[in-house]
């Protein structure tokens, strides 16, 4: 409890506001409502295509990758699809519901951009293990963030990676470390504590859940052999 108090001193001193972390981006930041005539002068729904040159992580015939877009266009019914390109140069056509992830560049990551997407593609294989270590986001510490976002009656109990990143390190996640955070808030461990938010099928946001809920979530995932020696089962 020791450690607890010097993180929420460091975040209080550092002017950080914890309820600010729990602020999540608006759900449309993927699709929005744009109208276009069809041909029988009827109007479809489209949805706002992710621009060329975002980094995302997307599923194809069961398997996860990680690409780059190259190219947008919408088909009849107003749906988006893609042309992405994977680090390894192999090109996919893909509807928008197959991206899990996006990472728009920035102004500031346009320079550095190819080693960004090394970067990226070597996350994507990251395990919890490195994920944690990278991030350097305890079992304890994940444990904390469930436990300040459970208590803050002025928010919505809801985390993205980003504001983990945020309210643990009181300082802005990378582009790149709020994609680790974001997967790691996707594993096992982390579902102890948190559940998945989804919009249009993407995952966008964490629910805090409720303390039973989490004690009994625990206590099934200390009790299987695989995770007898997990950290965060002596927590």
């Known amino acids: 409890m020791i450690r607890y108090a010097t993180i929420a001193s460091v975040l209080?001193?550092?002017g950080f506001s914890p309820a600010n972390a729990f602020v999540i981006p608006s759900k449309t930041t993927f699709t929005s409502a744009l109208c276009a005539s069809k041909g029988d002068g009827d109007e479809v729904v489209q949805q706002k295509a992710?621009?060329?040159?975002?980094?995302?992580?997307?599923?194809?015939?069961?398997?996860?990758?990680?690409?780059?877009i190259?190219?947008?266009?919408?088909?009849?019914?107003?749906?988006?699809?893609?042309?992405?390109e994977d680090h390894d140069g192999h090109k996919f056509d893909i509807p928008d519901k197959a991206v899990h992830y996006a990472m728009s560049i920035t102004p500031d990551n346009e320079r550095k951009v190819a080693a960004l997407f090394d970067e990226f593609a070597v996350a994507l294989e990251e395990g919890p293990s490195d994920l944690r270590k990278d991030l350097?986001?305890?079992?304890?510490l994940l444990q904390m963030a469930w436990e300040e976002a459970i208590e803050?009656?002025?928010s919505s109990h809801e985390i993205t990676g980003k504001s983990l990143v945020e309210l643990i390190h009181a300082h802005s996640a990378s582009a790149l470390d709020a994609y680790k955070a974001w997967r790691l808030l996707r594993t096992e461990s982390s579902h102890i504590f948190f559940k998945e938010i989804k919009s249009h099928g993407r995952v966008v946001a964490f629910k805090a859940k409720t303390t039973?809920?989490?004690?009994?979530?625990?206590?099934?995932f200390c009790t299987k052999a695989e995770n007898a020696e997990e950290d965060l089962c002596f927590v």
């Open 12 to 14: 209080v001193l550092s």
């Open 50 to 68: 992710l621009t060329v040159g975002t980094l995302v992580e997307f599923e194809e015939k069961k398997r996860t990758h990680v690409g780059k």
């Open 70 to 84: 190259t190219a947008s266009e919408h088909k009849s019914n107003g749906g988006a699809r893609y042309s992405v």
């Open 136 to 140: 350097d986001i305890s079992p304890e």
């Open 152 to 154: 803050d009656e002025d």
């Open 212 to 220: 039973k809920a989490v004690e009994n979530a625990k206590r099934a």
